[in-house]
């Protein structure tokens, strides 16, 4: 039988073992490193905005992420020359080497059957299916040479926000609440909103933690019923009785954090404080019946509907109540044509009718409000599509372009950016990008520089190894900084 002794060695884990055979053994200064790595978590998230590495530009980011791939050469990039060869066999020298996602063989090269024209004193082509950007040429900066390394969406979109194709990695929004802390202690750092019905391909990972605290994390809302599931109190309990709760809860948590010194526990004390301070504050901010009826045209919003229009003015009351980062998906715009309303004619249209205009709304209502200066807007999708007809619909009546990572477009605005200014082309049938390319580690390592942050000085360390958001590669766009 064993003795009591024996007994007390068996109920201790391994980690308490370690932490009492001495304040210099190698157990103890691990559980001091963990300490202090906990400590600082907890400080970067409770203890309000921290300073940036150098002067920022931006003090703000609005993501408008265009999830499934829009159609650049039937938007921004205005091609003569493949519309006068549409319907040709596309060149080998443009195939050899590539790989596509539903396209084998020799494809038909595809011009696009929109109507192009110029815009603004930069003369930015842009074709009739984005009307309402047309009367925002002189307020954005347009980068027609973005590139990616997949051509699957959900890798794509890994790459484009947490900077590695598979899962595990911080979020782009993650990366800038850990290195920039929340400006409203009353509302989340990073915030994400869905429209269109689905999520991203990429699914929850795009405004995950990773393996940082999940305190970094974004904020799911919603734009119709209650903004953020289970922060409401349920029937029968008071905000005095939820507080005396809390009370209880915080007492638990920190007694287990004297005993086990687990990040996660101080992680999950601001969680659940911050829950608490969110009943008030999310619901007020989120209620756009507020906003005057000349605004809600302006968007196109419609109170307690689900919508991106919904979301663009959503995000413009986030960021004037200091939410550091709004990220919006809006799921569509995979635009194989294999059904119609991924024909780049008609459902192209469509899907823009609800797009263009809340978006180049949201540009001119910051910009009326003296925000856009510091507040810098992104629109894109994680790919391009191809100059060819897509495989599968090559005898379809319905047109639709496949997959295409070499060329895509972007468009940014405010933070410091250039306005009316277009950058980097592509060639003249839009395979390759043929002046001043930017890979997508190129606009992180940009974004992070608006707001301050030097990407190869932000770090976070885990399993013993320094990571980052651009991992090893990136640089600063510097040609279109304002």
């Not at 909103?193 to 393996?211: A, C, D, M, R, V």
């Not at 000349?294 to 009351?317: V, W």
């Not at 294999?338 to 008609?346: G, H, K, V, Y």
């Amino acid at each position: 039988m064993n003795s009591p002794f024996h007994e007390s060695l068996k109920a201790q884990t391994r980690r308490h073992f370690l932490g009492s055979t001495g304040q210099f053994s190698l157990g103890a200064l691990a559980l001091q490193a963990l300490e202090l790595g906990a400590a600082k978590a907890t400080a970067e998230t409770s203890s309000g905005a921290h300073p940036p590495h150098q002067p920022a530009k931006a003090r703000r980011v609005i993501y408008l992420h265009m999830s499934g791939g829009p159609p650049n050469l039937d938007i921004f990039d205005y091609k003569p020359e493949l519309v006068k060869r549409s319907g040709q066999p596309c060149p080998d020298s443009f195939l050899k080497g590539r790989q596509f996602a539903f396209t084998s063989g020799v494809p038909s090269l595809l011009g696009t059957p929109r109507t192009f024209s110029q815009h603004g004193s930069a003369g930015m082509w842009m074709s009739d299916a984005v009307p309402h950007f047309h009367s925002i040429a002189d307020d954005i900066t347009l980068v027609r040479s973005m590139h990616t390394d997949q051509f699957n969406h959900a890798p794509a979109e890994l790459l484009l926000f947490t900077g590695h194709a598979r899962q595990g990695r911080p979020s782009m929004g993650s990366w800038a609440t850990y290195g920039l802390g929340t400006e409203n202690q009353d509302l989340p750092a990073f915030v994400a909103l869905i429209s269109s019905g689905t999520q991203p391909s990429g699914g929850q990972n795009l405004w995950g933690s990773g393996f940082m605290p999940s305190v970094f994390q974004g904020v799911q809302c919603r734009g119709k019923g209650d903004p953020v599931l289970f922060a409401g109190n349920p029937s029968g309990i008071t905000s005095a009785l939820r507080r005396s709760q809390l009370n209880a809860m915080e007492e638990i948590n920190h007694r287990q954090w004297e005993r086990q010194r687990h990040p996660e526990t101080l992680t999950r004390i601001a969680q659940y404080e911050l829950a608490y301070r969110m009943q008030t504050s999310v619901p007020e901010v989120m209620d756009i019946s507020k906003e005057p009826r000349s605004m809600l045209d302006a968007y196109g919003a419609r109170p307690g509907e689900s919508s991106f229009a919904n979301n663009c003015l959503l995000a413009r009351r986030l960021v004037e109540n200091g939410v550091r980062f709004v990220h919006l998906f809006d799921w569509g715009w995979d635009f194989h044509g294999t059904n119609p309303r991924e024909d780049i004619r008609a459902g192209l249209s469509t899907k823009m009718a609800a797009t263009d205009k809340p978006a180049a709304a949201l540009i001119r209502d910051l910009k009326q409000r003296g925000l856009l200066e510091d507040t810098l807007v992104v629109l894109g999708g994680e790919f391009g599509r191809t100059p060819f007809r897509e495989g599968r619909t090559a005898k379809s009546p319905v047109l639709g372009r496949d997959h295409y990572p070499d060329c895509f477009s972007l468009m940014l605005a405010g933070g410091g950016v250039k306005s009316g200014f277009d950058y980097g082309s592509t060639d003249e049938l839009g395979f390759s990008g043929v002046e001043n390319k930017v890979h997508i580690h190129d606009l992180q390592a940009t974004i992070m520089h608006l707001l301050g942050l030097d990407h190869e000085r932000l770090i976070y360390r885990f399993q013993g190894r320094d990571y980052r958001l651009t991992d090893v590669h990136g640089h600063v766009v510097k040609d279109i900084l304002a």
